[in-house]
Antibody, heavy 119, light 107 residues
Framework: QAQLQQWGAGLLKPSETLSLTCAVYGGSFSGYYWSWIRQPPGKGLEWIGEINRAESTNYNPSLKSRVTISVDTSKNQFSLNLSSMTAADTAVYYC?????????????WGQGTLVTVSS | DIQMTQSPFTVSASVGDRVTIACRANESVSQWLAWYQQKPGKAPNLLIYKASSLKRGVPSRFSGSGSGTEFTLTISSLQPDDFATYYCQQYHSYSYTFGQGTKLEIK
């Protein structure tokens, strides 16, 4: 089982860009897609996008124009950039890894980062 | 996107009760459905994948069933630790989508 530890700025102003990074400890970095998922306060979960070691990405169409997910294989890390932030982007952001042997369920999660957008 | 709808929004039950939560997709997701438990301030915890496969280490009182567009999560005998919010998630097609959640409360 992998341990995911994430970090990044928690308070942003409107129009700024969110940057979060997730480091993976233990387990294999290869052979997986690595995802970002968010959850507005008191609401449900929204998948943002994913990347693999080869930098192949898939994004949620509703966020695609503002999202960039990148990977640093030398450090077993992946990152999320979300531009043009607004109050509607206020949420807890999680990094996650899929269950070994399954194609889309999420087994390992980071601790979550609360990101607040406020002027 | 595939829309996932859970029912009920809230369920009140007692320790020892049998509880069923439903999840409906607006188009077929085959067997590609997962269930999660989430407690306040914590990340979701995977319970069931591929509609009915129990993740290793999850108590056997949890079970999942269904295929296509209709799915259920059943907790056979509620334990105090089970009071939480439950989410379904489809992964038949991008982008992955979640239900709105069902809050399981103590009666």
């Amino acid at each position: 089982q992998a341990q995911l530890q994430q970090w990044g700025a928690g308070l942003l102003k409107p129009s700024e860009t969110l940057s979060l990074t997730c480091a993976v400890y233990g387990g294999s970095f290869s052979g997986y897609y690595w995802s970002w998922i968010r959850q507005p306060p008191g609401k449900g979960l929204e998948w943002i996008g994913e990347i693999n070691r080869a930098e192949s990405t898939n994004y949620n169409p509703s966020l695609k124009s503002r999202v960039t997910i990148s990977v640093d294989t030398s450090k077993n890390q992946f990152s999320l950039n979300l531009s043009s932030m607004t109050a509607a982007d206020t949420a807890v952001y999680y990094c996650a890894r899929k269950l070994t042997g399954d194609v889309g369920s999420f087994d390992d999660w980071g601790q979550g980062t609360l990101v607040t957008v406020s002027s | 996107d595939i829309q996932m709808t859970q029912s009920p929004f809230t369920v009140s039950a007692s320790v020892g009760d049998r509880v069923t939560i439903a999840c409906r997709a607006n188009e077929s997701v085959s067997q590609w459905l997962a269930w999660y438990q989430q407690k306040p301030g914590k990340a979701p915890n995977l319970l069931i994948y591929k509609a009915s496969s129990l993740k290793r280490g999850v108590p056997s009182r949890f079970s999942g069933s269904g295929s296509g567009t209709e799915f259920t999560l059943t907790i056979s005998s509620l334990q105090p630790d089970d009071f939480a919010t439950y989410y379904c998630q489809q992964y038949h097609s991008y982008s992955y989508t979640f239900g709105q959640g069902t809050k399981l409360e103590i009666k």
